[in-house]
């Protein structure tokens, strides 16, 4: 029974979650830890939908800031070809093809600390655009400055990706250049302005489980939690700092990041969990445990934004062998989001 002396707001207050929690949680056995995801997954979502996003890379290469894992940072020296900020026309027939192939909401990322200002006028145009075909718009540009947002906001914009990436108490052994606050400054930017939040992190930099525990720990306790929370297994690009560590220390067992899916899955019961870059060094029995776990996103298209990702061939294949099918636009069971 309620507490009927309790402010009503402090009975409807949303569970905040801590860090003994999700380390009890990782601590599980992977069938009781895979049990529980698969219980929250089934009464939030459809079990067997899945929601397609499509990337494109609009400016690539060359960007000022030095994360450990990238390969478009002018601090490494990977060989990545740069590109400036590509045309409109090219932006809106890379989209068309999105949708024909099956995508729902396409990415546009570009390899910037954030947006000048008479860059963002030609993003705006391109979200204008890719929204009139009649995709849901996601764009990834960095760091937001007071006023970028609404434009993106009144262009049509429906989701801002921008990653915590890692737990606070690691920021500074993966990124120098910006901080774990300038993240959550422009996190609470787009929330401000009533775009949708995709937010999510890296597993696999060589990172303590702890410091796994924490990054989820960051996300959930957001509030509101994201709409759409990205979990990427490193991509190792030769020539960034973070790949060279991990190539010396080992590779992360991939079931740690079947588990990482499985907790935000538990954590962000409402949020779409999205299955993101490393999926085709997963291989499908991988996947297939990542969509067991609430996975419930995926990047699709032949390449993420500089590296590879399955070919939409074989991820239709696999969704036919596994009976999944793609969720529609506005697919969401739970309201609010
Ligand atoms: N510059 C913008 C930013 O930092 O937010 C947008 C682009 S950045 C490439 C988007 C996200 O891609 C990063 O936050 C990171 O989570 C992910 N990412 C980049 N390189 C990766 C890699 N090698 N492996 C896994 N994820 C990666
Ligand atoms: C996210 O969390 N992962 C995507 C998207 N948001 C922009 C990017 C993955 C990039 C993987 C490395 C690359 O292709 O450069
Ligand atoms: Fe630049 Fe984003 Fe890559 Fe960091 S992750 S180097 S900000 S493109």
Redesign the pocket.
Known sequence: MNDMTQPVAAVAARKRWSLAELEALYALPFNDLMFQAQSVHRAHFDANAVQLSTLLSIKTGG?S???GY?S??AHHDTGLQREQLLDVAEVVATAKAAKAAGATRFCMGA???GPKDKDLGAVTEMVREVKALGLETCVTL?MLKPGQAEQLKDAGLDYYNHNLDTASEFYGQV?TTHSHGDRLDTLAQVRDAGIHVCCGGIVGMGESRRVRAGLILELANLDPQPESVPINMLVKVPGTPLAEIVESAGDLDPFEFVRTIAIARITMPASHVRLSAGRQELGEGMQALCFLAGANSIFYGDKLLTTGNPDVSADSALFARLGLHTEPVQGRRCAGH
Do not use: K, T
């Open positions: 960007c800031e030095d994360c990238c478009q940072s390899a910037w600390r960095g990124v």
